[in-house]
């Protein structure tokens, strides 16, 4: 229905010598952010995802002047793909939404993913990080946007192998997060000449952690990497000082980010190695606009949050560039730029859809060497775009064998 | 030596540490298990009110530098305060209707807990800083940190000290009748009302006791409740309703089951609790020390 409508007005407009906004469907473009607004994720993204976004298009709509009217939309998916999906469909379908950002939580993603290939509209993924978005269940809709498990798991796991820790014990929440982190990782660790001598798998949401951390010490390992998220994640760390463990062996936690520091505070994660694509106090630009969120939210942004500020701005430059908010032609628009804003440095867009860009090496202050609250972060090592993430030539997405067969 | 492929010093640390997360389990788990025996009511609140417990432990030492042993009788003191104006502004008008609407009642009163912790402080939970009690001690088989063993410690003494209130003394005595036969004890000039609205505080005071215990080593979130309430529920079905003997017993010995799970097959070892659960249930319905009811 909605393709015949389009033309239309576009005919029509023609017709009349047509505004920029021509073919820009409802004359709005309509964003929606899907997040997970109550539960497990909700400090990574939630409220923070929804500021960042307001502050998007804000600033855009003051800077930009754009002949396009720009509303946004905001949803709890409950971390429930059928929620999820349910949502996408109604806003795609009733309320003329024309890009879905965050979508926090792996299984989220995927689902909303496939909508939005239905539906041909588009996603722009900020909130989750499972490299099957960009890998098997790869979409010409959809964009990977922020981070993903490769990246992280793959520099981490590469850096410290370096550094003379050879020998690995992975602990692993028993699902595809933490399945893929260690696969990732493994990966990387043998690829740089270091080698794991075990891993156990632990349930979800696991409240004490001494007996997997003490079976992790007994193995003699350099490395004890810590491959799941959020509580578990934390309990996990806790639970390594309060043993001394942290002391004996290097414990890394493959997807910690900032949120994850400040929940566990810097006598507790000093020293800790993370990779991350965006730190608040990186550089000026970074600095003035995280004060403005700090300003409404009360807290630093994290990766997340400014990875889904960029996204909603290099979307709406695209539609403003292009008259136009046909999820095709802004796809192909975005593939042809280099990104460089406040999150994305030298990004690229990649036709499996995963933007690539520079990814961050940090290590957690001391509590003597911070200078206050939320200054958390000693830049280590700046890794370039094309050495962060899965090589193309690695890629199990049908979009890119096509792309390839082609030339 | 080694017993299933695993080292003898190392089954035993992990048994010691399945030991201390039993004893944990078995107080966190009292407190429901007397509200239900005295008061007939299924608390849902009860893994909030852990949250709470933790959550005033570490809001004392940041925000007003009480530390933590005072803040370790404060936290249950003030948690008990709020469920008795709980219990006297809700609890009191359904115990006239069945089991049921207590679940459905406390599980609302659960949300709207966990929801204002979530809106105030995240789902992350906040740093605590070092235990209380520092310091390692070797066992020989494991480098114990002293602060589990003073979980031990205090564990078996509150749940020690609650059976004896309850099984052993006057006070205890009256309580029972009271949930027995209400209006014969009434007749006697004792204030039933007053000891049910007692006796729901203090079960909950249990449960904050537990979160103050837990605050120095546990990251205690807004949604920790929710995983607490899970096991809570097993321990007080496996010991029998109500029991507390039961409750107590059945607390440490699932600590040590899990332990062992978590040995030789950890994917398994948050479910192993639940298959405990099942079996027992097909053998005995009313729990290892349930009575007939």
Redesign the interface.
């Known amino acids: 229905m909605k393709k015949p409508i389009k033309t239309g007005v576009f005919a029509l407009s023609l017709l009349c010598g047509a505004s920029a906004a021509a073919d820009i469907s409802d004359e709005m473009v309509k964003i929606g952010v899907l997040s997970d607004m ?3 994720f ?2 990574l993204s939630g409220e923070g995802a929804v500021t960042a976004a307001r502050m998007a298009v804000d600033d855009f709509v003051a800077n930009e002047d754009p002949a396009f009217q720009v509303e946004l939309v905001t949803a709890d998916h409950q971390n429930k793909t059928d929620v999820a999906a349910s949502r996408a469909r109604e806003w795609y379908d009733t309320q003329g939404v024309d890009m879905i950002t965050d979508v926090i939580n792996s299984a989220v993603a995927l689902a909303v993913s496939e909508v939005t290939r239905d539906k041909d509209r588009m996603l722009m993924v900020t909130g989750s990080g499972s490299t099957a978005i960009n890998n098997e269940q790869c979409s010409p809709n959809t964009v990977f946007y922020a981070w993903d498990t490769y990246s992280l798991a793959n520099s981490l796991g590469r850096t410290l192998t370096d550094q003379g820790y050879k020998k690995w014990y992975f602990v692993t929440v ?1 699902y595809a997060l933490g399945k893929a982190i260690e696969y990732d990782a493994t990966k990387a660790v043998e690829q740089a000449g270091g080698e794991v001598i075990g891993s ?9 952690f ?3 951390m ?2 992790a010490q ?1 193995s003699g390992a350099d490395v004890i990497g810590i491959a799941n998220a ?2 578990d994640l ?2 996990a760390i ?2 390594a000082n ?3 463990i942290s002391q004996q062996q290097k414990i890394v936690g493959l997807s910690a980010s900032m ?2 520091v ?4 810097l ?2 994660t000093q020293g800790m190695l993370l990779v991350e694509g965006f730190y608040w106090n990186q550089d000026e630009q970074a600095r003035t606009w995280s004060r403005r969120f700090q300003e409404k939210t009360g807290k630093m942004p994290n990766m997340l949050n400014a990875a889904t500020y960029s996204a909603i701005t290099q979307y709406l430059s695209a539609v403003k560039r292009l008259g136009s908010d046909d999820a095709d032609a802004v796809m192909a628009d975005l593939q042809e730029r280099e990104f460089n804003d406040l999150f994305a440095k030298n990004g690229h867009l990649r036709p499996d859809g995963q933007l690539i860009h520079d990814v961050y090496l940090f290590q957690v202050k001391t509590p003597k060497a911070s200078k206050g609250d939320w200054d958390y972060y000693e830049l280590v090592d700046t890794i370039p775009a094309e050495r962060a993430y899965q090589p193309l030539s690695e890629s199990r997405c049908e979009l890119v064998k096509r792309a390839g067969s082609r030339t | 030596m080694d017993i299933f492929g695993v080292p003898i010093t ?1 089954l035993l ?2 048994l010691m ?2 030991l ?2 039993g004893c944990f389990y078995a107080v966190l788990s009292l407190g429901l298990a007397v509200i239900f025996g005295m008061l007939h009511v299924i608390n849902f609140t009860h893994g909030a009110m852990f949250v709470l417990g933790a959550l005033f432990s570490w809001a004392g030492l940041y925000y007003f530098d009480i530390n933590y042993w005072v803040m370790l009788a404060l936290a249950p003191l003030i948690v008990g305060v709020f469920g008795i104006v709980l219990e006297r502004l809700f609890l009191r008008r359904i115990y006239h209707l069945d089991y049921l609407y207590g679940l459905l009642l406390t599980l609302g009163l659960t949300l709207i807990i966990e ?1 204002a912790v ?1 809106s105030a402080f ?10 209380p009690i520092s310091g ?1 001690t070797n066992l020989g088989f ?4 002293n ?2 063993l003073w979980v031990i410690i205090a564990s078996l003494l509150v749940c020690a000290a609650t059976w004896f209130v309850i099984e052993r003394t006057r006070l205890g005595s009256y309580l029972r009748a009271a949930t027995e036969n209400p209006k014969l004890v009434e007749a006697f000039g004792i204030n039933v009302p007053m000891m049910v609205s007692l006796t729901f505080g203090f079960g909950v005071a249990l449960a904050a006791f537990a979160g103050a215990l837990a605050a120095p ?3 205690v ?1 807004a ?2 409740g929710q ?2 309430i899970v ?1 809570v529920f097993a321990v007080v079905v496996i010991g029998g309703m109500g029991s507390i003997l039961g409750t107590v017993v059945t607390g440490v010995c699932l600590g040590l089951v899990e ?1 062992l799970t ?2 030789y097959y ?6 192993v609790m639940f298959l405990v659960m099942v079996l027992v249930l097909m053998v005995r319905p009313h729990g290892l020390f349930g009575g007939r009811e």
């Open positions: 109550s539960g497990i909700s400090d028993d156990l798998r632990h349930p979800m949401g696991t409240s004490d001494a007996s997997f003490l079976q007994g959020g509580a934390h309990n806790r639970v309060e043993f001394g949120t994850d400040h929940a566990l505070g006598n507790t | 190392a640390a992990q540490i399945g201390v997360n929801g979530r995240g789902v992350s939970g906040r740093p605590y800083g070092p235990p390692i494991l480098m114990i940190p602060y589990r080593v546990m990251q979130s949604l920790t995983t607490m096991i332990a978590k040995v950890p994917e398994a070892s948050s479910m």
